[in-house]
């Protein structure tokens, strides 16, 4: 692991500028933002082993007080917050990816890395929804119409976009 140090700094890093390029959706508390991009992509180039590291880096810089999450947030009150489900969720994701992309081996390196993609980006919104729920008290309508639909059209695009640079990096490895 001593050896992959450098890549999961990176890997930490970029998830971090994907916090940065973030969007705001008008009356909710959750941005889009590119993070889950590279939570995705780390998953499917990296293992999980590797990627659960390199989110608990990411973590734990932004729990540290380094502004690397949404909104140039940090600090523990962040991972306390209403937004921490889907911060764990990065972490949680790793295993599914790999599971996502081996369950579903097709022939094609897209359509797998698709799945474990598309698998990731469930638990992220699964963990996000239910730690919303826990922590706003809301009704479960309230916590789908803030948590959920509004990241499903952008979690299909972002699996896409996770799938294509995986299966291009790993192409690269042959």
Request: glycine share 10%; aromatic share 10%; net charge positive.
């Amino acid at each position: 692991m001593r050896r992959s140090l450098p890549l999961l700094v990176l890997v930490a890093a970029a998830t971090a500028a994907g916090a940065w390029l973030a969007f705001p959706l008008p009356g909710l508390e959750t941005p889009v933002s590119l993070q889950t991009v590279v939570v995705c992509f780390a998953g499917l180039v990296l293992g999980p082993t590797r990627a659960m590291a390199a989110m608990v880096l990411y973590l734990g810089l932004g729990a540290a007080g380094l502004p690397v999450f949404a909104k140039g947030a940090s600090g523990l009150e962040v991972l306390q917050g209403p937004t921490a489900g889907y911060l764990v969720g990065f972490v949680a994701a790793q295993p599914a990816i790999a599971l996502g992309k081996y369950l579903f081996s097709a022939d094609h390196l897209i359509v797998r890395n698709l799945f474990g993609a598309a698998f990731g980006h469930v638990v992220i919104l699964a963990l996000g929804v239910l730690w919303m729920q826990h922590f706003q008290v809301w009704s479960w309508y309230r916590t789908l119409e803030a948590g959920l639909w509004p990241f499903l059209p952008g979690a299909a695009v972002k699996s896409v976009l996770a799938a294509l640079a995986g299966a291009w990096v790993e192409s690269t490895r042959r």
